[in-house]
């Protein structure tokens, strides 16, 4: 099992608010991604970091913003949540050299009412 | 073209079928290449990395085809416990150095 967390798994909202989605791996990798997917869609990349203080946009554009201050960690923050955010968050991580699978945390499933 | 294409499916077949799933990857110089499973409102799970010469895990067959640009998957005696959404994924050139690239996702339902 890979050892990556994410934090809420469920989310309800109101309009307006700010909310940050945590994640966190124990693996040490460098390379840390947050996608977004809509039920029965496929996987948008939105942000990528290959390391402290490296961010990245991704394919996706999206609203949200990201930091990686540590290794560890790689929260999403949206500063006003709207209904059109609505969807599942999934973070990943792998490392850069070797083996290059991606691992995914279990995902926050956000709905902004 | 996009870079990774897969059959979106569904794949209806009876338990005990065997299934073939195809992809394609646009760019030749691509690779790692990966086959994850998805089950409904899961994330995405590593099922087995392709090789070269192939590869097989048990019910489960990889194979790679350089020269045409092309991954398979074929699933033996399926069950049900196979219904989920099968994603293609590559890695481009650079390989460790740059992001996967993953498919849409072929879609698997077994039937009792």
């Known amino acids: 099992e890979a050892d990556i967390y994410q934090t809420p798994r469920y989310l309800v909202i109101g309009t307006g608010k700010k909310i940050t989605l945590e994640c966190s791996q124990t693996?040490?990798?460098?390379?840390m991604y947050w996608y977004q997917q809509d039920p029965g869609m496929e996987l948008h990349l939105i942000h990528y970091?290959?390391?402290?203080?490296?961010?990245e946009k991704g394919d996706l554009s999206s609203e949200s913003t990201v930091s990686r201050i540590r290794t560890e960690h790689f929260p999403l923050t949206l500063e006003s949540a709207r209904p059109s955010h609505t969807s599942q968050y999934l973070c990943?991580?792998?490392?850069?050299?070797?083996?290059?699978?991606?691992?995914f945390g279990p995902g926050t499933r956000l709905t902004v009412t | 073209r996009k870079e990774v294409e897969q059959d979106p499916g569904p794949f209806n077949v009876p338990e005990g079928a065997t299934v073939a799933f195809n992809c394609t990857y646009s760019?030749?110089?691509?690779?790692?290449f990966f086959w994850y499973r998805q089950d409904c409102r899961k994330e995405p799970k590593l099922l087995m990395s392709?090789?070269?010469s192939g590869n097989e895990d048990g019910r489960f067959t990889a194979q790679l085809n350089r020269a045409s640009q092309y991954i398979s998957l074929l699933i033996r005696d399926s069950k049900l416990s196979d219904s989920a959404t099968y994603l293609c994924?590559?890695?481009?050139?650079?390989?460790?150095?740059?992001?996967?690239?993953f498919g849409k996702g072929t879609k698997l339902s077994v039937k009792p």
């Open positions: 970091s290959y390391g402290v203080n490296s961010t």
């Open positions: 693996m040490g990798h460098d390379k």
């Open positions: 990943a991580s792998r490392t850069t050299s070797g083996r290059v699978e991606q691992y």
């Open positions: 760019n030749s110089a691509s690779q790692s």
């Open positions: 392709v090789y070269s």
């Open positions: 994924v590559v890695t481009p050139p650079g390989g460790s150095q740059g992001n996967l690239i």
